[in-house]
């Protein structure tokens, strides 16, 4: 579904990824791990396109995408849910949920994906009409998630879905998750915290400094020695 290789990116002259080489196989929900500033984020928007200065191949589906700005790469079914949610808070959020649809070829096809979408997430139907700004934190990130939906993607791409979220609004956003997984959407997803990371990923990248530094399977992987140094455990 999605690979990487050799994948450096600059803001201006400051470097921020060094041959950075990952992959994400078809139906498989993906984490990228690491602390602040260890370059997760960047990686997602260089997959995104909201990156001005990449080298190396980002390949969609076997089609190199560094071309392509990011409004194609959202046509290509490539979904992007933003750090920090952004949404529009004075629109409603119904009328955010459309700004995820605006590559969506016809009308047609956005009916059906909204009502797909409320179907999934009754509390996004009963806020329709709300202005996103006056919602909870966890409300915002579910109509956010919601709104990556939209464009009725192959790939979804989630930065930091769980930065400041209650315990409750973590367990419900890891729920839909693990749904939308199941459902066959393939997830690429960063978080800091490892644990919850393998809990609901089947493989994880652990990045430090811009670069990938380990790759693990599953649960047991929080115990391989790159994964207790950077949960501050003692390694022998």
Request: glycine share 10%; net charge positive.
């Amino acid at each position: 579904m999605l690979e990487l290789r050799a994948v450096s990116a600059f803001y201006g002259a400051a470097q921020v990824l060094w041959d950075v080489s990952l992959e994400v196989r078809r139906g498989e929900i993906v984490a990228l791990i690491g602390s602040n500033g260890s370059g997760k984020s960047s990686v997602l928007k260089a997959v995104a396109g909201l990156l001005p200065g990449v080298t190396g191949h980002i390949r969609h589906q076997g089609r190199e995408l560094r071309a392509l700005p990011a409004h194609e790469r959202a046509g290509l079914g490539i979904g992007f849910v933003l750090e920090r949610r952004r949404l529009f808070p004075a629109m409603t959020v119904r009328e955010n949920l459309l700004m995820g649809a605006y590559r969506v070829a016809s009308a047609q096809a956005v009916r059906e994906t909204l009502e797909r979408v409320e179907a999934l997430l009754p509390l996004v139907a009963a806020k329709r009409r709300e202005p996103a700004g006056r919602l909870s934190g966890g409300e915002q990130q579910l109509v956010a998630i919601a709104r990556g939906l939209m464009c009725r993607p192959s790939l979804l791409l989630l930065d930091e879905p769980f930065l400041g979220l209650s315990p409750r609004a973590v367990e419900e956003v890891a729920a839909l998750l693990g749904h939308l997984h199941r459902e066959g959407l393939t997830l690429l997803f960063n978080e800091q915290d490892a644990a919850l990371c393998f809990s609901l990923a089947q493989r994880g990248y652990l990045l430090k400094a811009g670069r990938v530094v380990f790759e693990g399977h599953g649960p047991a992987a929080l115990q391989e020695p790159a994964m207790r140094e950077f949960l501050g455990e003692a390694v022998p």
